[in-house]
């Protein structure tokens, strides 16, 4: 069983949205933080937005005029919500989940396959 599993992922026209949907193994017994990052090949991943077990979210500052990030209602679930898709956004995405907790949450910290989002011009 994977700890991090994302799912949204696909190709779209510049100016459109997809929907980006993280889950991250365990309940809401159990504390998260969760983060989007994405990378094109060649480059450094980059962070796009978090979530803390607190609820706080941060966002990169070039980013966040277009892209939204919600949590779930156990807290283990991160939607990114991303508008005005331009064709630089076009990358991997992946999902990064940390955990940990009182017994039976056990601790992990660990990153998701990732989904390739395309932006067509």
């Known amino acids: 069983q994977e700890n991090v599993v994302e799912s949204g992922g696909g190709s779209v026209e510049a100016g459109g949205s997809l929907k980006l949907t993280c889950a991250a193994n365990g309940d809401a017994s159990c504390n998260y933080e969760i983060a989007w990052y994405r990378q094109v090949p060649g480059k450094e991943r980059e962070f796009v937005a978090e979530s803390n077990f607190q609820g706080m979210l941060r966002y990169a500052e070039s980013l966040k005029d277009r892209f939204t990030i919600s949590q779930g209602s156990a807290h283990n679930t991160l939607y990114l919500q991303m508008n005005a898709l331009k064709p630089e956004d076009t990358a991997m995405y992946y999902c990064?989940?940390?955990?940990?907790?009182?017994?039976?949450?056990?601790?992990?910290?660990?990153w998701g396959r990732g989904l390739q989002v395309t932006v067509s011009s």
């Open positions: 990064k989940a940390r955990r940990w907790g009182p017994s039976p949450c056990f601790t992990y910290n660990s």
